[in-house]
Every structure is written in structure tokens, then in C-alpha cells.
């Protein structure tokens, strides 16, 4: 019913930037918040950054201003742009939109993620 496909990881070394990009397809009546997690191995899934259908942002706390989530609600499209990166910044990203489709109430949808390594 709904397709959440990431794009935009990669290698990258520490200081450098990246943005990652994740398009919500489908039978989509509307998106609600959308959002990225991360989890690195050993590590459990943790809340990187979401932004809401009016605009409003919430990040992790070991973001303190290296990151930015934005949205394009006509594409149905959030991105990530990833400054000043760390090595452990390394997971892989999940995108995640909370949408409702015809006929349903609103759930998670999430992608398959993409990987993102920083190296030092």
C-alpha cells in the first residue's frame, strides 16, 4: 500500500556532509510526520530527527545542530542533511512515515534503509 524508499547514504569521511533523501509512494491519503532513525550494530534503533505535515522538528540529542530534516509535502519527501560528521554517525538510516491510506487509520511505514560510514 505504501512504499517508504531512502536514498543518499554512503562513505564519508569525519567533518564531511551528507544528505540523505526518502520518497512515501502509494495509496496514500495523507502523511502525518515523517522522521529517521538510525541503529548501528550492537546498538538499538534510536530517533534521529521528525518532522510533522505543519513543519515542526525534533532531533535526537546527539545531533546539537549538525543536522537538519526538512520536508517537501507536495513529493510526499523528507530529507536529511548530515554536517560535521562523526564516525559515530555510522548506522544505518531508517526513513519512516506515519500516513494514512483510503479506508485505514494512520501506522508506520518504513523503509529498508540505506548505510551511512564515517570514517576517521
Known amino acids: 500500500q505504501v512504499q517508504v524508499v531512502e536514498s543518499g547514504g554512503g562513505l564519508v569521511e569525519a567533518g564531511g556532509s551528507l544528505r540523505l533523501s526518502c520518497a512515501a509512494s502509494g495509496s496514500i491519503f495523507s502523511i502525518n510526520a515523517m522522521g529517521w532513525y538510525r541503529q548501528a550494530p550492537g546498538k538499538q534503533r534510536e530517533l534521529v530527527a521528525g518532522i510533522t505535515s505543519g513543519g515542526s522538528t525534533n532531533y535526537g540529542d546527539f545531533v546539537k545542530g549538525r543536522f537538519t530534516i526538512f520536508r517537501d509535502n507536495a513529493k510526499n519527501t523528507v530529507y536529511l542533511q548530515m554536517n560535521r560528521l562523526k564516525p559515530e554517525d555510522t548506522a544505518v538510516y531508517y526513513c519512516?512515515?506515519?500516513?494514512?491510506?483510503?479506508?485505514?487509520?494512520?501506522?508506520?511505514?518504513w523503509g529498508q534503509g540505506t548505510q551511512v560510514t564515517v570514517s576517521s
Open positions: 519512516v512515515a506515519d500516513a494514512v491510506v483510503a479506508g485505514s487509520s494512520a501506522r508506520n511505514y
